[in-house]
């Protein structure tokens, strides 16, 4: 079947270290996203990518990284600059940047030590 | 910029009673807009959508219309179950724009 699988689904991390969580998609889309989710605040976009080797820094891309180096993987490093790093993190995919519907990821619940 | 604005909750709703969620959005262009739908430690699902004005989505017995005049997308369902519990979120994606705007999200909890 295909889909979003995120990586892994609950993560630990002591304070000053970076973790990556992991995205995958086998949709063959080209658009990726990140967003970060804190109760009673909806979905905050951190990072999107439209194609492979290509992205852009979203409404809170402090403290975090991404690479897209393959058209199905988008990996979101959280870095010790992140001051309150504990969250819900959902990826997405679509099929392209224009406006289409977005698949989600079953998130990863990040908390801190 | 876009922006959406969801009725704020939580609602709470007896088994068969009706739904309305409010969604209102502002934006520059003419975008497709969208319910998803998320249960508690999943991700978020796609319910129906819009693509233009006077369109309308459904999916499970909820519907949605793309009203232009009034910049709204409102999402009914004339029967609720325990099952629809959930928290819904309204959102808006323009054309090439890259990234949708999503709307806070609205929890709807139904008693049996």
């Known amino acids: 079947d295909g889909g979003i699988t995120q990586s892994p689904k609950y993560l630990f991390r002591k304070e000053g270290q970076n973790v990556t969580l992991s995205c995958e998609q086998n949709?063959?889309?080209?658009?990726m996203y990140w967003y970060r989710q804190d109760p009673g605040q909806g979905l905050r976009l951190i990072y999107y990518s439209q194609i492979v080797n290509d992205f852009q820094k979203g409404d809170i891309a402090e403290g975090y990284s991404v690479s897209r180096e393959k058209k199905e993987s988008f990996p979101l490093t959280v870095t010790s600059a992140q001051k309150n790093p504990t969250a819900f993190y959902l990826c997405?995919?679509?099929?392209?940047?224009?406006?289409?519907?977005?698949?989600f990821g079953d998130g990863t619940r990040l908390s801190i030590l | 910029g876009n922006s959406v604005t969801q009725m704020e909750g939580p609602v709470t709703l007896s088994e068969e009673a009706f739904l309305t969620i409010n969604c209102t959005y502002t934006a520059t262009g003419y975008p497709s807009l969208f319910w998803y739908v998320q249960y508690p430690g999943e991700g978020l699902q796609l319910l129906l959508k819009?693509?233009?004005?006077?369109d309308k989505g459904s999916n499970k017995g909820f519907e949605a219309t793309y009203r232009k005049e009034t910049t709204s997308f409102h999402l009914e369902k004339g029967s609720v179950q325990v099952s629809d519990s959930a928290v819904y979120f309204c959102a808006l994606t323009e054309t090439n724009a890259g990234k949708s705007t999503f709307g806070d999200g609205t929890t709807l909890t139904v008693k049996p």
């Open positions: 997405a995919s679509s099929i392209d940047a224009s406006n289409q519907p977005q698949h």
């Open positions: 819009a693509t233009k004005a006077d």
């Open positions: 949709l063959n889309h080209d658009a």
